[in-house]
Structure formats: structure tokens, C-alpha cells
């Protein structure tokens, strides 16, 4: 069974600039999750979807970060415009219902 | 809110048991989650633990949860040096969406 496929894996951009990050989860799977996780912290939930629809964005920074799934298969995150303390990776996972998640290998974003 | 803690690392020799441990907050957590993290790479999920069991043997790994301390543990029996990585306890928000609440990592080194 493939797993979580997320590209690019690695992006540097400058501060200001705009990036998007896709994801696509395990067959199958209704639920797809995406992570932020800083250097030395564990991840914290950004956004949360059932099929197509968000269940839990409180934790996304509306102002700049947008995601949406398209057909309720891939999904993408944007960050637009980039700061700093945006660096981190990025981890997209997916889970059958509200059951195990599995992780994709994740983004590295470094914002100079 | 609901909190995960985790000491932040750990050394064992080669052949040793390593032990593992994690601190939450939300009695109402259906599922408990150990995750491995390995440099550059996503999480793995090594094992789960329903909230109604203390114990869960899985080949190398036992994990063992006191509801009333709100206290999980990891245990690796014959720890080798592939087992150096990153270990993320996880908690998932009771009322939620199946929102995982991750700790901040325990780093595992394992020497000769």
C-alpha cells in the first residue's frame, strides 16, 4: 500500500514570497490532516478535513495560511505572504475515519 | 488546555531496555500514540493504546499506561542503534475531530 506522498520535500524562499505544499494521502482515506511541526517541538495541527470539508482550522493562521482539498482526494496548503517564523516542516497525514493517522515524510520550509 | 510532556532525551547502551516516558493531561483521551521520527523523515507510528488497557506488548515494544497518573510509558527491550530517532507521545483531544495533541519529543541515542 503507498503511503502519504508530499512534495516538494525541501523549498527555501525569501520572506514575503508565496509557497504551496501537496499532499496525497493513502487510498481511501476520508480524513487528511495537515502538521506544522518547528525545530524541536512536536507537530501541531493546522487544518483538518473529513472528504472535502474542514472540521478544525482554529489553529490556522487564517491571514496567510489557505489549504483546500480538492475532490476530497489531494489536498494543498498555501502560505502567502511568508514570514520568518514560518520555517518548519510541514507534515500532511490521513487516516481511514477518526482512527490512526499516518504521516507523509513532510516539507522543509525555510523562509530567509 | 491539553498538554503532552515528555523529557527531552535520552542515552542507553547498546543492548539495554530504554524507557520512555510521557505525561497528559486529558483524562477523556480515547487513544494513546507513540510515534518515531528519524532525521529528515515523517512519523511512524510504532503503537497505539486503547485508554481502557494498562498494557500493550507489541515484539520489542510494551507500553504501559496509569489512567489515575495520567502516565505512559515506552519501553524497548534490547535496544539496538536503529532505534535511535526522535519519540513523540501523542494524545487525541477528547470531543475533537481525533486531533492528535503531541509532546515535544524525546531523543533517544544509543551507544555502543
Known amino acids: 500500500e503507498a503511503g502519504v506522498a508530499q512534495s516538494p520535500r525541501y523549498k527555501i524562499i525569501e520572506k514575503r514570497q508565496s509557497v504551496a505544499f501537496w499532499c496525497n494521502p493513502i487510498?481511501?482515506?476520508?480524513?487528511l490532516y495537515w502538521y506544522q511541526q518547528i525545530l524541536g517541538q512536536g507537530p501541531k495541527l493546522l487544518i483538518q478535513?473529513?472528504?472535502?470539508?474542514?472540521?478544525?482550522d482554529s489553529q490556522l493562521p487564517k491571514d496567510r495560511f489557505s489549504a483546500e482539498r480538492l475532490k476530497g482526494v489531494d489536498s494543498t496548503l498555501k502560505i502567502q505572504p511568508a514570514k520568518l517564523e514560518d520555517s518548519a516542516v510541514y507534515l500532511c497525514?490521513?487516516?481511514?475515519?477518526?482512527?490512526?493517522?499516518?504521516f507523509g515524510p513532510g516539507t522543509r520550509l525555510t523562509v530567509l | 488546555g491539553e498538554d503532552v510532556e515528555q523529557s527531552l532525551f535520552l542515552s542507553v547502551r547498546e543492548g539495554d531496555s530504554s524507557v520512555i516516558n510521557c505525561t497528559y493531561t486529558?483524562?477523556?483521551?480515547?487513544?494513546l500514540y507513540w510515534y518515531k521520527q528519524e532525521p529528515g523523515a515523517g512519523l511512524q507510528l510504532l503503537t497505539y493504546?486503547?485508554?481502557?488497557?494498562d498494557m500493550k506488548q507489541d515484539q520489542r515494544l510494551t507500553v504501559l499506561l496509569n489512567k489515575k497518573d495520567k502516565h505512559l510509558s515506552l519501553r524497548i527491550a534490547d535496544t539496538q542503534t536503529g532505534d535511535s530517532a526522535i519519540y513523540f507521545c501523542?494524545?487525541?483531544?477528547?470531543?475533537?475531530?481525533?486531533?492528535?495533541?503531541f509532546g515535544a519529543g524525546t531523543r533517544l541515542a544509543v551507544h555502543p
Open positions: 497525514a490521513s487516516s481511514p475515519t477518526w482512527d490512526t493517522q499516518y
Open positions: 487510498s481511501g482515506h476520508a480524513t
Open positions: 478535513f473529513q472528504n472535502n470539508g474542514v472540521v478544525d
Open positions: 486529558d483524562s477523556s483521551s480515547t487513544y
Open positions: 493504546i486503547f485508554s481502557n488497557m
Open positions: 501523542a494524545e487525541n483531544e477528547s470531543g475533537g475531530y481525533n486531533k492528535l495533541i
